[in-house]
């Protein structure tokens, strides 16, 4: 069984840093790819950043494209997003997720989900 569990999620000014971690297990990730959504009050669930386990090829949002960076850490099985330069509007629960293959930035794509984190950027 497939487990996600992100942390890292708080309050932080406008220009300020967080750092997200979706620590996985349950499988062996080498064929996944995993993914960050976000979704605030009221509007639908939006691709942040993908990571492709085996060759970490990366795919981001054009609206956080240069700001967040999502990496991973193969001993702790953990995949990051380092979020810089946060603005108000980045304010959401960010959900970290999973799929077996290839880089999608789809939500509907994804087979497993994290409980979320709750980033809010202050102006």
């Known amino acids: 069984q497939v487990q996600l569990v992100e942390s890292g999620g708080g309050l932080v000014q406008a220009g300020g840093s967080l750092r997200l971690s979706c620590a996985a297990s349950?499988?062996?990730?080498?064929?996944?790819?995993m993914g960050w959504f976000r979704q605030a009050p009221g509007k639908e669930r939006e691709f942040v950043s993908a990571?492709?386990?085996?060759?970490?090829?990366?795919y981001y949002a054009d609206s956080v494209k240069g700001r967040f960076t999502i990496s991973r850490d193969n001993a702790k099985n953990t995949v990051y997003l380092q979020m810089n330069s946060l603005k108000p509007e980045d304010t959401a629960v960010y959900y970290c997720?999973?799929?077996?293959?290839?880089?999608?930035?789809?939500?509907?794509?994804?087979?497993?989900w994290g409980q979320g984190t709750q980033v809010t950027v202050s102006s």
């Open positions: 349950g499988r062996t990730f080498s064929t996944y790819t």
């Open positions: 990571l492709r386990w085996s060759t970490s090829n990366t």
């Open positions: 997720a999973a799929r077996r293959g290839y880089l999608e930035q789809l939500y509907q794509a994804y087979d497993y």
